[in-house]
């Protein structure tokens, strides 16, 4: 039986157990951390930073932060709002990102956030950057236009031998996430779907698979990400 | 109460944020009471008579006629209003800022399956008359300053029927989740 | 397809004919990896191995690995393609280096680059059809007080002027060795030993109780022998020394940390990943004081229970390995390394020596662990710390070099004497790499405490505009106040001063250099530090190119606060070049700015014609005509 903690959100008092993250316990609480890179039940690695929350203070991740007893925590302030804000905003100028033909559209995580945030338009430039399309492979797509860099799919998708079928490639703002060529080609049923399913947004596609749900019936057309956590509204 | 005057123009769209516009329905009637229109495809009125209050811009910039026009826009509306996906962020059109202009122009009129033998002279359209096109598309607020934004592809008519009333009366605009929608 | 590896491993198996003989590189490769023992976390040896023997890393040696170490080959090059001085093509015969920190800039590298570029007919990032010499910019290699300087085939070339620039390249092609390129006689101190033999100086301008002379083997580690780990801890304690990388963690502190930990297999890195342009201290000592250093390792890892010690070193640095290598062979047989050293029954403990590969960000502690382990350096989340799990998921501390020969002195002059030293809160001493627009630069060592006025008097700095205090990541600080010390309340740094003369382009010269330096070195896992370092940089340019307006400087002041977002110490200073300067040097930034406009995006129709007009092949635009 894990031992139960105490914890305050946005000062209310919660509970949650020991060695809980704290936005699960946050979820359990009925507050929603808005996170992206995070997959409950999958280590988390922290890398989008839109959970950022002040823990006593200090901004931490509350994705990869274990729970503590009689921790205080921030996460609906104005200034961590603006600061998720900012780092959706980034990462929709940063790649490619056209909505409009984009498959994943009404189901992208990464646009659910951007609606829940009311943002109208980004407060920085658009990079327009040169990125491919790996079209190569027989049951998925990578557009790397998309690609956020949330490392789902590195984390989550492994072959029977637990070899990783998606890796980084380089490094700083040239970075991006490559699909192991020979590995793909015997990538499972399952396992194609999945790396498709997990992908927050349309930057990893199931071949054959384009635009099954008419708009109005995806997932986010009426009803805002995380909603189904959140007991206070704040 | 003194009407408002309202400008419209589309640079590099469809005109689909203009037919958003117009799917108003009978709140046209309504709108008629509260404005009128100056420079619009909507009257086909083709040049501004005098400086107006709002200013609707559909599309991005993808030449220079699209930035002699949002300019005179800028010059001419007391507020200006990005319009649509395009307008926004360059819309469909910027996908072609990930791919070098020499390449795009000689796929679109040398070497493209729909063109290929037929350009004997491989001319890239070069008549004077014709716009020169940007180096990329761009947004309408990386060349002008622009006041308020309304997304989507188009934005719905009753989220730019908010901002008009909203703009109009001079009252908060209401954006329920619903609305705001990139596509 | 599921079982598609093992069938065809069982059918080469059935058929040896169809397998085909090991190439020449696979023999290499295949020695390599006996060598460490086919052990994945050694990835890094391993392709760094393969780099030296090849001058890259070929996509055959990538999938043998992949093949002999059961993990996928996308695995393998996010690794290989991480690191600086890993490549999968070819960098030429003999690879030219050349540092493009912006003290280099300063002292005359762009004359050099161009010779460079001249001689060789090529220009930076490319290497010679015929494959003899490639031309690569780097970041800072911790030679600031020597600079324009450039590693070549991985030895250093200090001082460089285009006139040696062009005499280096003559050299190349008339085939000559590297070491036999050296035109000036090796440096002072060690770097004339036969082990280093660089043209590489030490600029000792101080001394203080890391530097002294003072030290004979075995000093420390003869005390700790009667003494508890326990007692080895509180004595540091006592001391109240910090960490000398920069972050200033007390040390005695993490080493009683890591000793309370449950995990009994435990491991002390020393961090010699110095990788702060205009950082050079570490290399001075691992070049004069190598025994005391690897001693304070042995005393670390007695204090926290440790078997094992890893020295992290940059690739940088490989100039002193066998330097370094024989130094360890000395003390083993002095018996200070080992087992049971100095006749103390179970007191074992070895080091080894972990090369990196060309990465700032490795320079932080977590990110160096994840390298050590053969992965991209990319800072790990905490908790868990590295003190609870560290390498190789087990209880690990990481100090700096110079903290590590401080404990020495602690050790044998006891945790009392060293508080006296400095200050407060500040104990001890600091060993300062001063450089740029000073008479004499070099290396000090100084009691914590001193002013940067007094710095400046020390060093012969007179007619200074700036002092960057802790490189790019620290702050750009203005003559009103140099009257600020350098302690860990008020200016705490690891120990770099570049001094900036009046006659400097700040923002241009030095402060867009910085910015470049933190967009080449982030690790790209974080969001704000992956984009944003590229978005002001980007506002920057426009404001030194004269587009900026008011707005810009209040976006760069605005955005700068969402840096606080990311995970690692890179990430959260990445933006104090600007940031520091906006504060300290506001007008600076004010001469730039538009002040008739308030709404300027940087777009130019004419620039954004141009492409089009040539496409289409005109001369005047539409509204040109008009």
Not at chain 1, 58 to 85: F, H, S, W, Y
Not at chain 1, 119 to 144: C, G, N, W
Not at chain 3, 379 to 397: A, C, H, I, N, S
Request: with cysteine.
């Amino acid at each position: 039986m894990n031992q139960i903690l105490k914890f305050k959100l946005d000062g209310v008092e919660c509970m949650g157990y020991k060695d809980q993250y704290i936005t699960n316990a946050a979820a359990e609480n009925g507050f929603y951390i808005p996170t992206l890179c995070n997959i409950p039940g999958v280590k988390p690695r922290g890398a989008c930073r839109i959970c950022n929350v002040r823990v006593n203070g200090k901004l931490m991740t509350a994705c990869t932060t274990p729970l503590a007893n009689g921790m205080v925590i921030e996460c609906q302030t104005e200034e961590l709002k603006d600061l998720r804000k900012a780092i959706i905003e980034l990462m929709l100028t940063e790649g490619n990102h056209f909505c409009p033909s984009c498959e994943k559209s009404g189901n992208c995580e990464l646009q659910a956030l951007a609606y829940r945030f009311n943002i109208t338009v980004p407060r920085f430039k658009y990079q327009f950057p040169e990125r491919d399309i790996e079209a190569s492979h027989p049951k998925l797509i990578k557009d790397h236009n998309r690609c956020i860099l949330c490392k789902r799919c590195i984390r989550v998708i492994k072959d029977e031998q637990g070899r990783n079928i998606f890796a980084f490639g380089k490094r700083g703002n040239r970075i991006t996430i490559n699909i192991d060529t020979e590995l793909a080609n015997d990538i499972s049923d399952e396992n194609a779907r999945m790396a498709y399913e997990i992908c927050p947004v349309g930057a990893i596609l199931l071949r054959e698979n384009a635009f099954r749900e008419p708009i109005g019936k995806r997932k986010f057309d009426h009803v805002p990400i995380g909603i189904e956590m959140e007991r206070f509204h704040k | 109460m003194e009407k408002k005057v309202v400008a419209t123009s589309s640079l590099a769209g469809c005109f689909g944020c203009h037919m958003s516009l117009l799917d108003i329905d009978e709140r046209i009637l309504e709108l008629i009471e509260l404005v009128e229109f100056d420079k619009s495809p909507v009257n086909d009125v083709k040049k501004f008579s005098r400086r107006v209050d709002i200013g609707l811009i559909e599309g991005g910039c993808c030449n220079e006629e699209n930035v002699h026009v949002l300019k005179e826009f800028r010059a001419q509306c007391k507020v200006l209003v990005s319009v649509g996906e395009c307008a926004i962020m360059g819309g469909l059109q910027a996908i072609r800022n990930t791919i070098p202009l020499k390449e795009c122009l000689d796929e679109a009129y040398l070497n493209g399956p729909s063109v290929k033998g037929c350009n004997e002279e491989s001319i890239i359209p070069n008549d004077e008359e014709l716009p020169v096109i940007l180096n990329k598309v761009y947004p309408c607020h990386e060349i002008v300053k622009i006041d308020y934004h309304l997304p989507g592809c188009p934005p719905s008519a009753d989220l730019i029927w908010n901002a008009l009333r909203a703009l109009v009366l001079d009252e908060k605009m209401e954006m329920p989740y619903e609305l705001v929608k990139y596509d | 397809m599921r079982n598609a590896p093992i069938i065809q491993d069982s059918a080469m198996i059935e058929s040896p004919e169809i397998m085909p003989a090991k190439s020449k590189l696979q023999h290499e490769v295949s020695t390599i990896l006996e060598h460490y023992q086919h052990d994945k976390t050694r990835l890094m040896d391993i392709l760094i191995d393969i780099q030296d023997e090849n001058g890259y890393i070929p996509a055959e040696a990538i999938d043998y690995l992949s093949h002999e170490l059961n993990i996928s080959t996308v695995d393998i090059r996010q690794t290989v393609s991480f690191y600086h001085f890993f490549s999968e093509t070819p960098r030429g015969k003999y690879t030219i280096y050349l540092n493009d920190s912006a003290v280099a800039n300063m002292n005359g590298r762009k004359a050099v680059s161009k010779t460079f570029e001249k001689e060789a007919g090529i220009s930076f990032g490319s290497v010679t059809e015929d494959g003899l010499i490639g031309l690569f910019n780097t970041s800072c290699i911790g030679m600031n007080d020597q600079e324009p300087a450039a590693l070549i085939n991985g030895a250093v070339f200090t001082r460089l002027t285009p006139f040696r620039a062009s005499e280096i390249i003559r050299d190349i092609r008339a085939g000559k060795q590297v070491e036999e390129m050296f035109v000036a006689s090796y440096g002072d101190g060690n770097n004339s030993s036969e082990f280093i033999k660089a043209v590489v100086n030490n600029h000792i301008m101080k001394r203080g109780p890391v530097l002294s002379d003072q030290f004979k083997p075995g000093e420390g580690i003869k005390e700790i022998v009667k003494m508890s780990p326990e007692d080895v801890i509180k004595e540091v304690k006592i001391s109240n020394i910090r960490g000398r990388g920069g972050a200033g963690f007390p040390t005695g502190l993490k080493w009683e940390f890591c000793r309370n930990a449950a995990d009994q297999t435990r491991y002390i890195f020393c961090n010699a990943d110095e990788g702060e342009p205009g950082t050079f201290k570490d290399r001075v000592i691992l070049t004069e004081k190598p025994f005391m250093l690897f001693e304070g390792m042995v005393i670390a890892g007695y204090a926290i229970g440790a078997k094992e010690g890893i020295l992290y070193l940059r690739y940088e640095y490989k100039y002193l390995k066998k330097h370094l290598e024989n130094a360890l062979q000395k003390i083993r047989k002095l018996k200070l390394l080992g087992k049971n050293i100095l006749g103390k029954k179970g007191f074992n403990f070895d080091i080894r020596i972990q090369f990196g590969a060309g990465a700032y960000v490795c320079g932080e502690e977590s990110a160096l662990i994840e390298s050590a382990e053969g992965k991209r350096g990319e800072p790990r989340d905490r908790p868990p710390f590295p003190v609870e799990k560290g390498y190789l998921e087990k209880p690990t501390v990481v100090n700096n070099v110079e903290t590590l020969c401080s404990i020495v002195k602690i050790i044998k002059n006891g945790g009392e004497w060293y508080k006296n030293l400095g200050t407060k809160e500040s104990t001890g001493t600091k060993v300062l790499s001063i450089s740029c627009d000073c008479r004499y630069p070099g290396i000090y060592e100084v009691e914590w405490g001193f002013s940067v006025n007094d710095i400046l008097d020390m060093v012969g700095g007179d007619d200074v505009q700036a002092v960057q205090v802790g490189g790019p990541s620290g702050s750009c600080i203005a003559p009103n106040e140099f009257n600020r010390t350098l302690c860990y309340t008020d200016l705490a740094t690891g120990g770099s001063l570049i001094i900036i003369g009046n006659h400097r382009d700040l923002l241009k010269g030095i402060i867009l250099n910085f910015m470049d330096f933190f967009i080449d070195e982030s690790c790209g896992s974080c969001t704000p530090c992956r984009i944003l370092t590229v978005l002001l940089r980007d506002k920057l340019k426009k404001i030194i190119e004269g587009r900026g307006v008011m707005q810009d400087l209040e976006d760069m002041e605005d955005w700068g606060k969402i840096m606080k977002a990311n995970r690692c110490g890179l990430g959260l200073t990445a933006a104090n070049p600007i940031l520091t300067t906006l504060k300290n040097f506001k007008n600076l930034y004010l001469n730039k700015i538009q002040i008739n406009k308030d709404y300027d995006t940087g777009f130019r129709l004419d620039e954004a014609l141009r492409e089009g007009m040539k496409a289409s092949n005109r001369k005047v635009s539409v509204l040109e005509n008009k």
